[in-house]
């Protein structure tokens, strides 16, 4: 017998029972999830970010700029302190600007340029002027400063269909994977636990 | 006598032809990159059959040569990404023909360097620097203390209806950011979010509690609540402990929040962030708890299952107009503002695009080409 499978399948249906109502044995799995999941992220921080990205070039390859980060994260422990507390908001702003500034130009390129290329198309087919009529009309959606009357209103309904026809396709989309997923968790307890079926 | 010179001519003629290996710090990268291109006209002029070319590398003032492996015989880019910045690298290309004879070529010496500019992204820079002029014009007016009309947003309208209904019942408002970083643009506005979230629960005095994924996430929560606690004149209110992190584990932080909503049953339930799978198992959780709910995600997958089980949706743009509109302040609504400019500027740079493909000029689009 193979206790791993055993447990994996008591928690699964642990889980599982939350279906019905919230329960000791959902609260049991719930619990040993939180904990378990935490403690593997500690280690997995300290094993593929601290040791290679902090210690192992400080204190192997003689990298001392590296100590100016390090120094930044052991700021944020101050949050601990009611004195020093206040320090700790360095780090969290340079995290904060940096994502912003990285997350700026990388969005201008993936969602701007290169969309904006990908709707530039020849108004010579009916699927091409559909791609154009919808991306104008979701653009007049979401215009905020002018009230949604007259032709602004018009086009804003137009994109608001075009945006509830994606929704559904993507939550039918979503759902048969989702599905998969179910499948694959029956899989497992039908099969891999009890060996109903191959 | 003729004809034996000519033999001669012929095997000379390809072994003098093949070459032209040039070796040079790869353009517009981080560094720690060099590119190796050579001439394949000959190799296939030639009437030797080149069947592989091998390649190896030598530091200038090193000595022996470090194999880099075969290349396919139809290529001629090689691009070594395993070289140290300002160190000379020489490269050697041997070309093997299929009797076994091999002719090498050496590279002249080239040094990596990393490039503070990517010139293939200029029109990312352009494009960013029109943002920054139109922003920057409403901006200034918004300071000059002009007034931006903002149309009505229901999901947002809604907010401070939850947070009077979660008062009047006396139960806590949960709010959650999803699974996203704090970089990412989701998260940053979500805190936005929060900071007018916080300020009415302060007023109110109504509970937040606000399970985190991401540790980072959590502190900078506890930071914009306490702020909001502060300018909301209540700052005894406050309570840090309700503002915590969880887990990194998606589906451990879903299981944690719905065992939080079925115990704590919060009258509302703000979903404002970045999420993913556990998307529906939260909002449908909520939904069976009866909790008045909003949502507002930029993660499109996502919006379809909020839109089923939540009560109101914030649909992207709507989401991050969010802040401006809850908070009023003229400088974020001239922002707003600013925003829907550039999207009029992108309408019709799109309609002329589309003529001019139309008409035959797409070759010009070939600015939009991103490296």
Redesign the interface.
Known sequence: MNYGITVAAILTLA?YS?LY??NPF??A??HI??GV??G??VAVTVSTTLIPKLFIPIFSEGKLSYIIPGILGMV?FL?FSKKLSPY??IP?SI??G???G????A???AQ???Q??A??????SLS?III?VA??SV??Y???????KGAIGVGAKIGIYF?MI???S??GY?VMA?ISLLIGRLQFLLGDWLGFID | MIALCFAIFLLILPTAAIGGVRAFDTPDDGGNSITVVWDTEPLRASQAEYVRIEIQRRVVSGSGWDDLGKIPIDDSVYVDDNVENGVGYTYRLIFTDVSGGAIIVDSEPAKSSPQLFNSRRTNVLIGVLICIVVLGYYFYRGRKGGFFYVRPIAGLQAIDEAVGRATELGKPILYSAGRGSMQRVATIASMNVLSSVATKAAEYNTPLLFPNNDPVVAAVAQEVAYEAYVKAGHPDRYVAENIFYLTDSQFGYAAAVDGIMVRQRPATNLFMGSFEAESLILAETGNSIGAIQIAGTDSTIQLSFFIVACDYVLIGEEYFAASGYLAKDPLVLSSLKGQDMLKLILGILLILGAILVTAGGGELLSVLEIG
Do not use: C, W
């Not at chain 1, 709707?119 to 010579?124: A, D, K, R, V």
């Open positions: 889980i939350f109502k919230d959902y609260k799995a719930e999830l939180l999941s935490v593997y992220f944020m949050r700790s908001r969290l995290i904060i940096v994502g912003a990285v997350s700026i130009p969005m201008m390129q701007i340029i290169a904006m290329k709707t530039m198309l020849p108004i010579n091409n154009i991306v104008l653009l007049i979401f215009y905020f400063s002018q009230p949604h945006l994606f929704f559904g993507t939550f979503t989702r």
